[in-house]
T-cell receptor, first 114, second 112 residues
Framework: KAGVTQTPRYLIKTRGQQVTLSCSPI?????VSWYQQTPGQGLQFLFE???????NKGNFPGRFSGRQFSNSRSEMNVSTLELGDSALYLC?????????????FGPGTRLTVL | QQQVKQSPQSLIVQKGGIPIINCAYE??????FPWYQQFPGKGPALLIA?????SEKKEGRFTISFNKSAKQFSLHIMDSQPGDSATYFC???????????FGKGTRLHILP
């Protein structure tokens, strides 16, 4: 069974630009969650999508948005990039949600904002 | 604000030693406590998890100890090996709210 895939793996952008990251969950998984990982803050929850609907949202500004398609693939968008957005963005999929169902993480997209 | 406090931030242990990583939580609504292991360049992977109705769970060389009254839980790695060198994250899950909160991670280095 193929794991969670994320594209691109690395991205360099400049302040003010916008970026779209993509996540393909494990086949059959309907829940996709996004996390921001930084050395200082650890793993911070961005949002979770289930059946094309945002079900949970973390404490991030509205510049961070996402969506999920009918095939469960998900995209995350960050507009008006700031230097502090430089981080590893991780996507995780699970059968149903973030609860006791195991979350499987992708390798992440390393975003650098210059 | 819901928080999970993890310590230490980093840990160096001799091969064969028993590293211990501690986590504490505040919200009693949490009902599932997983630990994740992350190697450089990889996403976190579930290592072991425990529910609050048991005080200890072992899987191979990894053990979780859980103290419900103190709202604390810890990961012990028996007979640690250099291949265990990784970043470890504890987490607390609320199934009622379908939310997961992660600790800030512990960078573990096992000396050969």
């Amino acid at each position: 069974k193929a794991g969670v895939t994320q594209t691109p793996r690395y991205l360099i952008k400049t302040r003010g630009q916008q970026v779209t990251l993509s996540c393909s969950p494990i086949s059959g998984h309907r829940s996709v969650s996004w996390y921001q990982q930084t050395p200082g803050q650890g793993l911070q929850f961005l949002f979770e999508y289930f059946s094309e609907t945002q079900r949970n949202k973390g404490n991030f500004p509205g510049r961070f948005s996402g969506r999920q398609f009918s095939n469960s693939r998900s995209e995350m968008n960050v507009s008006t990039l700031e230097l502090g957005d430089s981080a590893l963005y991780l996507c995780a999929s699970s059968l149903v949600g973030t609860g006791v169902n195991e979350q499987f993480f992708g390798p992440g997209t390393r975003l650098t904002v210059l | 604000q819901q928080q999970v406090k993890q310590s230490p931030q980093s840990l160096i242990v001799q091969k064969g030693g028993i590293p211990i990583i501690n986590c504490a939580y505040e919200n009693t609504a949490f009902d599932y406590f997983p630990w994740y292991q992350q190697f450089p360049g990889k996403g976190p992977a579930l290592l072991i998890a425990i529910r609050p109705d048991v005080s200890e769970k072992k899987e191979g060389r990894f053990t979780i100890s859980f103290n419900k009254s103190a709202k604390q839980f810890s990961l012990h790695i028996m007979d640690s090996q250099p291949g265990d060198s990784a970043t470890y994250f504890c987490a607390a899950v609320s199934n009622r709210d379908d939310k997961i909160i992660f600790g800030k991670g512990t960078r573990l280095h096992i000396l050969p």
